[in-house]
């Protein structure tokens, strides 16, 4: 009865349920069923976000929302998170990905299901789907992948063209806090001593990521671009323009266009149907039609879809916060099959036809990079890019005339540059901009390239001399006649990315910018994208407090120091009785002069108010650097009832 027209079934909820893993360890579940339906197609989303409280508000924004249409929505604390029993000792761990298949084979084995399986998440939750549809097991049969990487070691939280990420800290100091949380009674009389052997075991996965400073064996564990050719179930992956992950869209179209279908929005870390920047998208809509074409009694229908459709910005006066962005949604094939590459030179006067004049020296200027806003891995409110100007004023910059009539750029942009290092190491940011008649420059894309590592990203090179190639984040963007493209060069990007260990001059002497471009205007939606969905008027939860971000400088003459602080949020469940809240507070400094003194700071906090009693969770970790190596200091102490039950410290030495 799955997809009958106008069907809508009331919905049981099973709050927790155990799922038993071949190795004894059980996994910790909340099941959304179509009351009276019979046996259905089953939808997975496996995360390690605590379905009792952190992630429950979200949760119930989509899985009751598919169980009335007809599905069996169950949703998956992982190994070590959560209700859940055993010990995670780092992400995408092999018993993490073993995990989910079992998972997957219980759920098509229940008399619920018809043995047909969907598995859906966003970040984690979305790279586990990818995960799993590698050679995926015969019940699982379609996913969806919103803003996941396809490449952890290029396109995660950690690594960027081989330069250390600063949000990797960040990560570093959540993470724990999240794994360190106490299991509520869900998980039976023993949930305390089930705690404390969670908090024994528990580790610090940021020294592992810090020290895996090359594309290895590490990194290339769970990238599924590394394996592309073992996908084997439809893919609708999700992405957008101010979340870095959306790189994997385009590129999972690329690799694999008989299996993938794309839609990339200009939103950040989000769900589309709370996508921000807007216009956000009916993601529960958009996700029925697609389970409804792979997971249904009848025969798989393809999908009719475009393989991308994809908004395309265009410039609009930058600021932190934009509610809705200037742009068009448009509908194309493979990008690879629809553009055409134009070149650019650079010369003594800008970015030509040919190549003219140099050699150039890249300024290493500590300041540059202050108005590239947050990376938006988060999903936090605001931290956009700001006016690049000031940026490009103190860069290596090279631009066009006004151009004579409209260019949409799409796809993958790279620059091909000859360098000469007189010394080893050293690192390279590029950012491309659209400035307007007015001066005002926004940010189209950018990178970063470690000049330390060879081409693969994976070993230390030799002194960099000669080509190299640098690519720049996928992209679609209208730049308007009139308008001048400049392309901007710099030796250190801070606070986004750490600077080199040391300063590096960089010499150019001569290099090439080629944009893919769409030679005629784009096709636009044959169809519309579903309109976000209206939140149902009866919800189990309330925000208590939910103040914004507020963002910190405080340059001096001799310093540069910023950071933001999300004050503490709350939000109650009326069903459980529980207030879960959390606090951050970010701080990246240097000396102006210093590579080597940046440091960046994070303090994490998250309660959780329950009727049994009050768990508090504090982590904190710093990371600075030091003689040509990064030094870490942790520290992570939980509460119970207001007593320090668990307090550990953690410090260590890492050679860059």
């Known amino acids: 009865m ?43 989303e496996y995360i390690p976000y605590r379905k009792a409280d952190m992630v429950r508000a979200r949760d119930e924004r989509t899985h009751p929302v598919f169980a009335a249409h007809g599905y069996a ?4 604390d992982m190994r070590g998170s959560g209700d859940s029993e055993g010990h995670m000792p780092d992400m995408y761990a092999e018993a993490e990905l073993a995990d989910a298949r079992h998972v997957i084979e219980w759920m098509a084995r229940q008399p619920w299901c018809t043995g047909r399986i969907g598995m859906f998440g966003t970040s984690w939750g979305g790279t586990a789907s990818l995960q799993s549809s590698v050679e995926a097991p015969v019940a699982l049969k379609a996913v969806i992948a919103v803003c996941a990487t396809h490449d952890r070691y290029t396109d995660d939280i950690h690594h960027m063209g081989g330069c ?16 360190a949380a106490p299991p509520t009674p869900n998980a039976g009389p023993g949930w305390q001593e089930m705690w404390r052997n969670r908090l024994d075991a528990l580790t610090f996965p940021l020294e592992r990521w810090l020290r895996e400073d090359g594309r290895g064996a590490y990194w290339r564990h ?28 385009m590129a999972l179209v690329a690799a694999r266009p008989d299996l993938v279908w794309g839609v990339i929005g200009p939103w950040g870390h989000h769900y589309p149907d709370q996508g921000h920047p807007g216009p956000a998208m009916g993601f529960q809509a958009l996700a029925l039609d697609w389970w409804d074409r792979w997971l249904g009694d009848h025969a798989p229908t393809p999908s009719d879809w475009p393989r991308l459709r994809v908004w395309v910005r265009e410039h609009e006066p930058p600021e932190d916060v934009i509610e809705q962005r200037a742009g068009q949604w448009i509908q194309t094939g493979p990008s690879g099959d629809e553009v055409r590459p134009c070149l650019w030179h650079l010369s003594e006067d800008g970015l030509a036809e040919a190549a003219a004049g140099g050699p150039w020296t890249v300024p290493l200027d500590l300041a540059i990079g202050r108005s590239s806003g947050d990376t938006g891995y988060f999903g936090r409110y605001g931290g956009l890019p700001a006016d690049q100007a000031e ?51 926004m940010r189209i894309t950018y990178a970063v390239r470690n000049l330390a590592l060879d081409e693969a990203l994976e070993e230390t090179s030799a002194l960099p001399r000669g080509d190299v190639r640098v690519p720049l984040h996928t992209t679609a963007y209208r730049v308007r ?25 960089v010499l150019i002497t001569g290099g090439a910018l080629t944009l893919p471009v769409l030679p005629k205007e784009p096709q636009p939606l044959a169809v519309p994208l579903p309109s976000p969905d209206v939140p149902p008027a009866k919800t189990t939860y ?16 001799q310093r540069l120091v910023s950071g933001w602080h999300q004050p503490d949020r709350a939000v109650a469940f009326s069903e459980t009785r529980t207030v879960f809240s959390f606090e951050t507070r970010a701080e990246h400094q240097l000396v102006r002069a210093d590579p080597g003194s940046a440091q960046a700071a994070i303090n994490h906090r998250l309660t959780f108010d329950r009727p049994d009693g009050r768990a508090e969770v504090r982590s904190e970790v710093t990371v600075r650097t030091e003689n040509a190596a990064f030094v870490v200091d942790g520290a992570l102490e939980v509460d119970w009832q207001g007593a320090t039950i668990h307090r550990r410290a953690w410090s260590s030495k890492i050679r860059r």
Not at 542 to 557: K, N, S
């Open 2 to 44: 799955v997809g009958a027209i106008g069907t809508v079934w009331p919905v049981t909820v099973t709050d927790h349920l155990w799922i038993e893993m071949p190795d004894g360890v059980r996994l910790a579940g909340r099941l959304w069923l179509p009351r009276g339906a019979g046996p259905v197609p089953g939808i997975l």
């Open 73 to 76: 929505c169950l949703r998956v």
């Open 164 to 179: 250390a990420l600063t949000d990797s800290v960040e990560w570093g100091a959540t993470l724990p806090a999240i794994l």
């Open 222 to 249: 769970g990238s599924v671009i590394h394996e592309a050719d073992r996908l084997s179930v439809p893919i609708l992956a999700v992405g957008g323009w101010s979340d870095r992950y959306s790189n994997s869209v």
């Open 391 to 441: 940026d490009d004023a103190r860069s290596l910059s090279f631009e066009t005339p006004p151009l004579g009539q409209d260019l949409i750029v799409y796809g993958d942009v790279s620059v091909a540059l000859h360098i000469d290092c007189r010394e080893p190491g050293g690192q390279i940011a590029l950012r491309l901009c659209d400035v307007a008649p007015d001066g005002t420059a």
């Open 481 to 505: 006649a009139g308008h001048r493209l400049r392309l901007a060069l710099s030796a250190s990007l801070w606070p986004l990315v750490w600077p080199a260990a040391k300063a590096c001059p």
């Open 542 to 557: 309330t925000l208590r407090t939910a103040p914004q971000i507020e963002r910190l400088v405080g340059d001096d003459a």
